[in-house]
């Protein structure tokens, strides 16, 4: 059942159709494929260059971040630093203001003693005439002496007090 003819006739139709099959479907086939792998090649190298970008990007966005949150640190830091200074100024012209006031209320207060020193010292000065021109007016005895005296002393007590 081997027959070399027909052997010969099957290899060689089938080496004529292995030609023709690879000169019509393999080398397309085969050229379809490498045009699909540099396809593929070069959206990797296309995806590794835009991940390349994006870290990039990620890296400047993260840099002007940081710069914003120093700036904002400096800001803050720097009205807090105003606001203490501030508030030390106005404290400072709140102390010199109550010291101000209070060297005015004393001298206030010491000319008013001042003044009530002299209406005192005029009652006595006017009691002493009262006094001097009853004793010049009677000749008084020692013991209405001592009550005038008494009387004296008493009404000083009262305009001392």
């Not at 830091?77 to 006031?101: F, G, K, M, P, S």
């Not at 000749?139 to 002496?145: A, D, G, I, K, Y």
């Amino acid at each position: 059942m081997f027959e070399l003819g027909t052997f010969v006739v099957s290899i060689v139709t089938f080496l004529i159709l292995f030609l023709i099959i690879r000169k019509v479907g393999f080398e397309p086939l085969n050229n379809m494929l490498e045009k699909r792998r540099q396809y593929v090649m070069n959206e990797l190298s296309e995806a590794e260059r835009a991940r390349k970008m994006s870290e990039a990007h990620l890296n400047e966005q993260k840099a002007i971040l940081e710069d914003a949150k120093r700036q904002v640190k400096e800001m803050l830091d720097t009205a807090r630093v105003r606001a203490d200074d501030q508030a030390r100024e106005i404290l400072l012209q709140a102390q010199e203001e109550a010291q101000r006031l209070l060297e005015s209320n004393r001298q206030l207060i010491e000319r008013e003693r001042a003044e009530a020193m002299n209406a005192v010292l005029a009652s006595v000065a006017s009691l002493t005439v009262q006094i001097s021109e009853g004793l010049l007016r009677h000749h008084v005895t020692e013991t209405e002496h001592q009550s005038m005296m008494d009387e004296a002393q008493q009404r000083l007590g009262e305009l001392v007090c």
